[in-house]
Each structure stands twice: as C-alpha cells, then as structure tokens.
C-alpha cells in the first residue's frame, strides 16, 4: 500500500484535493476487498477443520481466485496512477516551456516574484521513480 500512498502525492495546497480523494477511496476499497477476502478463507479454514479434505481444496482454490481479483484490482489502480502522472509530468513540462519562452520576451528591468524553480519537476521525477521500482509484490 505503501507505494499507493507514495505515487497519490499531497498537495502543496495544505490538504488533498477531489482527485486525491478519489484515488484514496479506490486504494480503500481495493484494501478492504483483500481484508474480506483473507477473512472469508481464516473462516473458511476454521470450519474446514471438522469436515473432508476436498473442502478444503475448494477453500483454498476459491481464496487464491479471490486474491488474484484483489491483485488485479490494486494493479490497475497503481498502472492508472502512473499513467496519471506521466501526464501531468508531460502538461507540466509543456507549461514550463511555455513560461520559459513568455519569460524570455520579458524587460529584465522589471522585477519578478521570486519562485521556486524546478521544485515541481523534482517532486513528480520523485514520485515517479518510486512508483517505478516494483517494491510491493502482491502476488
């Protein structure tokens, strides 16, 4: 999960933002699918204690089923992150080259407000890395 909250990124804004959100709730869901899941085999297993080994075959089918649909669904969400970010960091570098050429056109005799150059680009170079490397393996 780790790498989820990593790639979601906080805003500079001083809290989340609606998309943020969004994101957050799927990762919940995802989470609280593979909770139920683990539960409904720690159960399955209980009851499977007093009855024949077939049962606990189609337990143990039914659970791995169950966890590659959990799997599935935490991969998307992390490969629609990424695809997420890739674009901003493509929008972000179109708007920083747009800038750079207005700010070129510009008098030098007029002062401008001081910015944090590049601190955008480090964080998304950042993030993107650590989502990159394939730390969490689910499967």
Not at 47 to 73: C, P
Not at 82 to 111: F, W, Y
Request: net charge negative.
């Amino acid at each position: 999960m780790g790498i989820f909250v990593g790639c979601m990124g906080y805003s500079p804004r001083g809290g989340y933002t609606d998309e943020e959100d969004f994101w957050e709730s799927r990762i919940a869901e995802a989470a609280y699918d593979a909770e139920d899941v683990i539960e409904s085999y720690i159960v399955d297993r209980i009851r499977a204690r007093s009855e024949i080994d077939v049962e606990q075959h189609t337990s143990s089918a039914d659970f791995y089923q169950g966890l590659q649909m959990v799997i599935a669904n935490m991969n998307s969400i992390k490969i629609e992150i990424k695809e997420k970010m890739v674009l901003q960091d493509q929008n972000h570098s179109i708007k920083s080259a747009r800038s750079a050429a207005a700010g070129s056109s510009r008098s030098t005799s007029t002062p401008q407000n001081a910015t944090m150059i590049g601190f955008d680009d480090v964080l998304l170079r950042m993030l993107d890395k650590n989502c990159s490397n394939d730390h969490v393996y689910l499967y």
